[in-house]
């Protein structure tokens, strides 16, 4: 069983940016691919990045290449999400996720989720 929590969510201004943290119980963290969401008000939710266990592959969403960056840091059982020049088509709810399948977490079908942390980026 894997919880996920996240943090770092806030309010920022455009051309700003946030590191958000997705910190998780369990002791097979490394094992699992992980990965982050979003969901704005009114739309489906949208794929925003991956990393596998090791950290040396990532891959990201169209509308985030260049500014976002996924890491993680297997021995703190955390995974963050960096977001530089933030936009405001870039509010909304942000979701970790994991899973063991890379194609079952980049599907939309991970096994865990966390609760979400809400980012709102000003005009």
């Known amino acids: 069983q894997v919880q996920l929590v996240e943090s770092g969510g806030g309010l920022v201004q455009a051309g700003g940016s946030l590191r958000l943290s997705c910190a998780s119980s369990g002791r097979t963290f490394s094992f699992y691919v992980l990965g982050w969401f979003r969901q704005a008000p009114g739309k489906e939710r949208e794929f925003v990045a991956v990393?596998?266990?090791?950290?040396?592959?990532?891959y990201y969403g169209d509308s985030v290449k260049g500014r976002f960056t996924i890491s993680r840091d297997n021995a703190k059982n955390t995974v963050y999400l960096q977001m530089n020049s933030l936009k405001p088509e870039d509010t909304a709810v942000y979701y970790c996720?994991?899973?063991?399948?890379?194609?079952?977490?980049?599907?939309?079908?991970?096994?865990?989720w966390g609760q979400g942390t809400q980012v709102t980026v000003s005009s």
């Open positions: 990393i596998d266990w090791s950290g040396g592959f990532t």
């Open positions: 996720a994991a899973d063991r399948s890379r194609r079952e977490l980049t599907g939309g079908q991970p096994d865990y």
